[in-house]
T-cell receptor, first 112, second 111 residues
Framework: GENVEQHPSTLSVQEGDSAVIKCTYS??????FPWYKQELGKRPQLIID?????GEKKDQRIAVTLNKTAKHFSLHITETQPEDSAVYFC???????????FGAGTQVVVTP | NAGVTQTPKFQVLKTGQSMTLQCAQD?????MSWYRQDPGMGLRLIHY???????DQGEVPNGYNVSRSTTEDFPLRLLSAAPSQTSVYFC??????????FGPGTRLTVT
């Protein structure tokens, strides 16, 4: 069935370095790809999203790229800071509300 | 605006008990969903609603019921709790089937 795979499951980076998280999806009808950040004990919060008619989107230190042909999309965080430490989830959605699927998450640890 | 609210924050149930997790939103969003979050498995969709009176099953609906009598409220009912339902439950709402606003979550333990 349809699923979203996310890699890596954990990622340790030095403060100031870049972090990259990759997701692949299987449903070719997917057209909306959000990324959520979840701090420990808190709710997931949207940090950036991209739609299928766009290849790249940037917001300050975070960016998302989408390759529809290969069915994968990635989150890039530059100049990482300790407050970037959290679990990050990717997701893929179609026009059908019931097809909103999340990846398993990536635990990012930024060490000073 | 309070956004999306959930009650209770924590709950412990015995196997076989039933209960209702409450979810409410004051943003007049049509779309609402319930997810469960388990370690290493991300968020999995239980049930969703595209408007008052309309609900449908998600990925993991067994053992749960929902109803949507008003735009604001979307309660999730556990019919007969099982240890496998131990999880953190998140309710979410959306204005347009895209960006979702999550509630603070309910941590449920079934013994």
């Amino acid at each position: 069935g349809e699923n979203v795979e996310q890699h890596p499951s954990t990622l340790s980076v030095q403060e100031g370095d870049s972090a990259v998280i990759k997701c692949t999806y299987s449903d070719s009808a997917s057209n909306y790809f959000p990324w959520y950040k979840q701090e420990l004990g808190k709710r997931p919060q949207l940090i950036i999203d991209i739609r299928s008619n766009v290849g790249e989107k940037k917001d300050q230190r975070i960016a998302v790229t989408l390759n529809k042909t290969a069915k994968h999309f990635s989150l890039h965080i530059t100049e990482t800071q300790p407050e970037d430490s959290a679990v990050y989830f990717c997701a893929a959605a179609t026009d059908s509300w019931g097809k909103f699927q999340f990846g398993a998450g990536t635990q990012v640890v930024v060490t000073p | 605006n309070a956004g999306v609210t959930q009650t209770p924050k924590f709950q412990v149930l015995k196997t076989g008990q039933s209960m209702t997790l409450q979810c409410a939103q004051d943003m007049n969003h049509e779309y609402m969903s319930w997810y469960r979050q388990d370690p290493g498995m991300g968020l999995r969709l239980i049930h969703y609603s595209v408007g008052a009176g309309i609900t449908d099953q998600g990925e993991v609906p067994n053992g749960y019921n929902v109803s949507r009598s008003t735009t604001e409220d979307f309660p999730l009912r556990l019919l007969s709790a099982a240890p496998s339902q131990t999880s953190v439950y998140f309710c979410a709402s959306s204005p347009d089937r895209n960006e979702q606003y999550f509630g603070p979550g309910t941590r449920l333990t079934v013994t």
